[in-house]
C-alpha cells in the first residue's frame, strides 16, 4: 500500500474533515483560499488565511522530506505554536495553524514509514532545591569438678612358720627357690617389654615431629604461592587499568550487544479496560487547544475521557524509537523506564497552552464560559491514576473522583545491528530510583553482552564513549519483494546499525552529606542535585540514544545515556550503572 499524506481538519469551516493526497517526490501542495490551490479554505468563513497562504513541499529521496514554506501569507504560519519564518521541517502529528485565530491541521502519513518519526520531546531540567536532614557476655559456666578415685589397699595372708628340719622342711626350701626363680623371669620379660615400650614412644614421637615439619612446609609453600598469585593478579589489573580501548575498539566489541528498540505504550482505565483520551477542542473558537478542568478543590487536572469523539481526542500514550544494551547471555537488556515504562514517568503535554472550564456540579446551573491560559502544564504521573469525565460536560463519571489507570507497552521490540528482523520483548522491571528498566527477549542462540563496572569509580575527565541510535543519523532501508494473496508488494524495514559519539565524562552528580559550621547554626544536612545522581556528558547526540551504553576506557559501562538539555544540546546527562546492577538483585546480600 502506497503511503499517502493525511491533513485532518481541526479548526475553521473544515473541521473535523480529512483530506489524502498520494505521496510523490518533488510534490508541492499549496494552502490557502484561492480555488486554484491544492488545500483550500472557505473564502467567507476562513478570513485569516491568504489566497496563497503557505506551501507543502516534498522532496525525493528514502526516506522523502517534508518542509512548510509561507507564502507571504498577511496572517503568518504557525507549526506547533511557532511563528514560521521562512520555512521549516515538517513532521508527523505536526500541528499547523494559518493566522493566529485561523483555522488548523494536523499532518500525518498513512501508512507511517518507520523511518520518518514523529517530533520528539525534550525536558526541562528541574532547579535544585537543597534538603536538610538529621543524624540517629554470658557467665562462663564453671568447669565440673573432677572426681577422685582411691584404691584400697591389698593384703594376704602371712603363712605360719613352720619348726623343724624335716621333709617338708626340705620340700619347702625346694619351693621357695622355684618362686624366686620365676620372679627373676617375670622382672626380665616386664623389663624387656618396658624397653619396646619406651623404644616405640620415642620412634612415634619422632614420627610425629617429622609429619609436623612436612605440614608446616607445605603451608608455608601454600603461602608464597597464594602471595604469588595475589601479586600477579595486581599487576593484572594494573595493566587492565593502563589499556585504553578506543571508540573503534569499543564498538567492534561491543558493537553487537547494542540493541535498536521500538515501543508504543498506552494507558487504560483499570475498571474498563477502555484507553484514555485527553479531551481537545471544547470551545468552537479554539478546536486545536487541549481541555482542563477545574476541580471545587481548585486544582486543575487534565479533562480525561474513554470516549475518541470521531479522532478529535487525543490518546494518552506515546511511541519512539531508543536504543539499550545487552546484560546476559540468555537475553536481559537495560534500557531507559522513559522507554519501557513511560507511564511511571511525569506526562507531558504537546501543547503549553489550554481551555480551563470549572467542574459542573449536581443541581447547580452550569455555564460553559472556558479560559485560556498560557503556560498550562500541570504535573501528573500516569500510574497514579485520575479523575475520568464526561466526554460532554466536565462531570464526574460515576460519582468516583479517582480511578486507577494502568499503562501498557501495545509495542516494544528489540532490533539487532545489521538485522531487519525484530524480537518481541517485556517489561521486567523498573527502577523506582532512577531512569532505568530491565526488559528480556527470548533468544534462540547466546548473546554477545557487554561487561558492567563492578564499582561506581569514576573520575572528572575522564574519555568516555556513547553507543546508540540516535534518531538524526543516517539509517540503512531494506526493501524486500514478497508474494502473497496472489499479488506482489514491497515492504520497507530498517537495519540498524550504531552510531558511536566520543566525549568527556564533565561533571559527576551525587549525593552527600554536608558537615556543620563550629559556631553557627548549621548543623549540616545533605547536599543532592535534583535530577538525581547523574553524569554529565559532553557526548552531544539525540534522541533515540536513549538507554545506550557509556562506556569508559576500559570497556567496561559505567553509564547508562538518558536525555540531553533543552538549553544546551552539547550537554548531555547518563544514570550510574549501579542503578542498572541492582535491578538484578533479588535478595539482599
Known amino acids: 500500500m502506497s503511503t499517502r499524506i493525511i491533513i485532518q481538519h481541526q479548526g475553521g469551516a473544515k473541521a473535523h474533515q480529512i483530506e489524502q493526497f498520494p505521496l510523490q517526490g518533488g510534490l508541492e501542495l499549496t494552502i490557502g483560499r484561492d480555488p486554484a ?3 483550500t479554505f472557505d473564502p467567507q468563513r476562513d478570513d485569516m488565511v491568504s489566497r496563497r497562504h503557505a506551501a507543502i513541499r516534498v522532496s525525493s529521496g528514502d526516506p522523502p522530506g517534508f518542509r512548510i514554506v509561507d507564502l507571504g501569507s498577511s496572517n503568518g504560519t504557525f507549526v506547533n505554536g511557532q511563528r514560521l519564518q521562512g520555512e521549516a521541517e515538517l513532521l508527523p502529528t505536526d500541528m499547523v495553524q494559518l493566522g493566529v485565530d485561523g483555522p488548523c491541521f494536523l499532518f500525518d502519513l498513512d501508512p507511517r514509514p518507520t523511518q520518518v518519526p514523529a517530533r520528539t520531546r525534550l525536558i526541562d531540567l528541574p532547579a535544585a532545591k537543597p534538603t536538610r536532614i538529621t543524624d540517629s557476655n554470658p557467665e562462663p559456666a564453671e568447669p565440673p569438678a573432677s572426681s577422685a578415685m582411691r584404691s584400697p589397699p591389698m593384703t594376704g595372708p602371712v603363712p605360719p612358720a613352720r619348726k623343724g628340719l624335716g621333709r617338708e622342711t626340705v620340700e619347702g626350701m625346694l619351693t621357695a627357690q622355684r618362686r624366686s626363680t620365676s620372679r627373676v623371669w617375670f622382672y626380665t620379660v616386664a623389663g624387656m617389654l618396658a624397653c619396646f615400650a619406651v623404644g616405640g614412644v620415642v620412634v612415634y614421637r619422632s614420627g610425629q615431629h617429622a609429619q609436623k615439619q612436612v605440614a608446616d612446609g607445605y603451608r608455608q609453600t601454600v603461602t608464597m604461592i597464594d602471595a ?20 573503534a575498539d569499543i564498538v567492534d566489541t561491543y558493537g553487537n550487544a547494542t540493541v535498536f528498540i521500538g515501543v508504543r505504550w498506552r494507558l487504560y482505565d483499570r475498571e474498563t479496560g477502555k484507553g484514555l483520551y485527553h479531551r481537545y477542542g471544547c470551545h468552537k473558537d479554539y478546536p486545536a487547544l487541549p481541555c482542563y478542568v477545574r476541580l471545587a478543590e481548585g486544582n486543575i487536572v487534565r479533562w480525561l475521557t474513554t470516549e475518541d469523539e470521531g479522532h478529535s481526542n487525543y490518546e494518552i500514550g506515546g511511541a519512539g524509537e531508543a536504543s539499550g544494551f545487552v546484560i546476559t547471555e540468555d537475553g536481559f537488556i537495560l534500557t531507559n523506564k522513559h522507554v519501557a515504562a513511560a507511564w ?17 456540579r449536581p443541581g447547580k446551573a452550569f455555564e460553559f464560559k472556558p479560559q485560556v491560559l498560557q503556560g498550562l502544564h500541570p504535573a501528573w504521573n500516569p500510574e497514579l491514576g485520575g479523575v475520568i469525565f464526561h466526554h460532554q460536560g466536565p462531570m464526574v463519571v460515576s460519582g468516583r473522583r479517582q480511578r486507577v489507570f494502568e ?27 532512577a ?23 569514576v573520575r572528572k575527565g575522564t574519555a568516555v564513549t556513547v553507543l546508540g541510535y540516535p534518531v538524526a543519523s543516517a539509517k540503512s532501508i531494506a526493501e524486500v519483494r514478497v508474494f502473497e494473496n496472489g499479488e506482489f508488494r514491497s515492504t520497507y524495514e530498517i537495519v540498524p546499525e550504531p552510531t558511536v559519539t566520543p566525549g568527556t565524562l564533565s561533571l559527576v552528580s551525587v549525593s552527600r552529606e554536608a558537615p556543620g559550621v563550629a559556631g553557627t547554626t548549621m548543623v549540616g544536612g545533605r547536599v543532592f542535585n535534583p535530577m538525581g545522581p547523574v553524569y554529565q556528558l559532553t557526548a552531544a547526540t539525540s534522541s533515540g540514544n536513549s538507554g545506550g551504553p557509556v562506556f569508559d576506557g576500559s570497556g ?23 542503578y542498572g546492577r541492582e535491578l538484578l538483585l533479588l535478595q539482599r546480600r
Open 407 to 433: 499503562g501498557r507497552n501495545d509495542r516494544l521490540e528489540v532490533r539487532f545491528p545489521g538485522s531487519r528482523l525484530g524480537i518481541a520483548a517485556r517489561l521486567v522491571r523498573a527502577s523506582t530510583d
Open 435 to 457: 531512569d532505568v528498566a530491565l526488559i528480556r527477549i527470548d533468544p534462540t542462540q547466546k548473546l554477545a553482552k557487554v561487561e558492567l563496572a563492578p564499582t561506581d569509580e
Open 228 to 247: 604469588q598469585n595475589a601479586t600477579i593478579n595486581k599487576i593484572g589489573e594494573q595493566y587492565q587499568k593502563q589499556k585504553v580501548m578506543s571508540p
Open 37 to 39: 490551490c491544492n488545500i
Open 344 to 360: 511511571m514517568l511525569p506526562y507531558a503535554d504537546s501543547s503549553k497552552a489550554g481551555l480551563v472550564v470549572d467542574e459542573a
Open 556 to 578: 567496561k559501562v559505567i553509564g547508562m545515556f538518558t536525555y540531553g538539555s533543552s538549553e544546551n544540546e552539547a550537554v548531555t546527562f547518563a544514570v550510574p550503572i549501579r
